[in-house]
């Protein structure tokens, strides 16, 4: 079983450029109302429209904050060349690299463009 996380956004091309760019990802899938990320050949994250019904109905309320309570982790064994798009992709950090005192790693935290929180940490 793997996990393929999949956020409601208000613009799914604006969020996946920015994605993309951030996880250093490619489309797989592209379009206005749903896109995928793809790293090393795996999906990663899934972004939907938050309007957009299709077969299942809308994703979220969009009168609500997005992720309220939800953190959106990564592992990842680049953590400096993570870091380094995070810099250039001008994300809002909401905590800066820092050594995480449980887990003993690296840890960077922030808001991607709809305000979910996005962690980034290098393997325990």
Do not use: C
């Not at 956004?9 to 206005?32: C, F, I, M, P, T």
């Not at 953590?79 to 050594?99: C, E, Q, S």
């Not at 991607?112 to 325990?124: I, K, M, N, S, T």
């Amino acid at each position: 079983m793997r996990a393929q996380p999949l956020l409601a956004v208000d613009d799914v091309q604006r969020a996946g450029e920015w994605y993309r760019k951030v996880l250093n990802a490619r489309s797989g899938h592209g379009g206005q109302d749903y896109e995928q990320l793809i790293v090393d050949g795996h999906m990663i994250l899934q972004l939907h429209r938050l309007d957009e019904g299709h077969h299942h109905g809308t994703i979220g309320d969009p009168s609500l904050a997005r992720g309220n309570g939800v953190a959106i982790w990564f592992e990842t064994t680049d953590f400096d060349g993570t870091v380094a798009r995070v810099r250039k992709a001008a994300a809002d950090v909401v905590t800066d690299v820092h050594v995480n005192p449980n887990a003993g790693h690296r840890e960077i935290w922030l808001r991607d463009l709809d305000g979910y929180l996005v962690v980034f940490a290098e393997p325990a």
